[in-house]
């Protein structure tokens, strides 16, 4: 192509294609794609130099940025075995609501708190309720040798004991959650090996290098472009030499296997399966620099630009689909955010916000006049050997036409590691000889809770 096209970069004309099932491709095209219209977009030193080498430095750049990320979000501090430690979770928080059947909620502040023992299968639940600085109620309930120990001042002044209680602490589900640990290291050896294999996997004589004129947001722009060329030949090579790689790994084999919790062997059949390529499409990965920084980028799959990606002012953009559905992704101060749209519609968005010591959510819906927004926000994050704990502020809110309803969450959460809070069980009662007398001291104290808490309907009831 000459000096003198140009190349429409954010709004292409091209018609669509009935989209074809590309099976294992999908796994080069994912890589590439990361390693191109992600990581590239950092720059590179020489434009002179050959495209193998800027692919190369662009894919280590890549790879130091996400595995120096993933360090600092996942080398906590805090370490837990919940099999041999003993450890808490502790919340406490107020609600804001508007919905009419849930605004007596607005008055109080709750606290919850749930204590494990694994080893000693001891599990302590902790719950009450305060208005202001007064506790109108609190609850404790101990399962400790096959027994449950009830406890609460303010409804009696002795530990209620339930014999027979069998329970035991689920052993298949915290292997569950010890087996979707996700731990750096592995992850760390995955990257890292998987650079490698891709670096190596490129082969020089696909690409290309040419000066164009692309156009960008309606601005003409003199660029330098870049290109690799996935045809069949270059696709069966890289794909052969990636099952090649990984299948001969043990290391990196066992690593995945530690992330996704799937046994070797499934990993290796995965990667050892063949490749249909009998309706594959030539796919060819562009990207254009200008100044020493790639400022745009797309992939196409024979003439159907499939994706599409722009870097100015430190800001990422990319953006897939078509004329009728297609998403939007923007990268800018700490900020990731990806809506969804069908026919210009936004239907679904995604923003994520990402600082050392605070993280936040928004998720927000919109479909047949009903709009949903979820709000969530962890700040004042604190992390130690011993403790892990935040400030947290939850919310939801529902519009449907002219009705909305919202309720909002706000206080602190934490996971502590140590004693769990818990009663003296030495004088607890038996439940079955409770006289009278004390069932009747009980009900009436947990009536007069219950009117404390303008719950009188519900006393009423009783």
Sequence with gaps: ???SNVEQIIVPNYEEKPKKKKGKVVLIILLLLIAGSIGLYFGYQKLNSNPLSIYKKAINTTYELLDGYLKDNLETKFQLN???????????FSVETSIEDLKKLNDYNYGFNIGIDYKNNILNLNANIKEENEQIIGLLALLKNNSLYLASDELFSKVVKIDSFNYELDQEEINELQNYKIEYEYIHTVLTKLKNILINSLDEEKFDMSNE?????????ESKKISYILDKE????????FKDQITNDEELINAISEITNLSKDEITS?????????D?????????????????????VEEELITRFTYEDKEFKLYMGDEYTNIDLVYKNNTLEIKYYEYDEEIYSLSFTDKKTSKEIKITTNEYGENNNIYLKLSNIKDSSNKVSSDIEFSYENKYYEDINAIKFKGAISIEKG?????DTNNAIDINSLTEEEQTEIMNNLLRVIEKLDLEDLANSL
């Design 280 to 300: 594959y499409e030539n796919i060819t990965i562009n990207l254009y620099a200008k100044n020493n920084q790639i400022i745009a980028g797309n992939i196409i």
């Design 82 to 92: 919940p099999y041999e430690e003993s450890f808490s979770l502790n919340t406490n």
């Design 270 to 278: 995965i990667f050892t399966e063949d490749l249909d390529l009998s």
């Design 419 to 423: 004693q769990i809070n818990s009663v």
């Design 213 to 221: 004129t692309i156009e960008i947001d309606g601005k003409e722009i």
């Design 1 to 3: 192509m000459n000096e």
């Design 234 to 241: 270059n696709l069966e090579r890289t794909y052969n030499y």
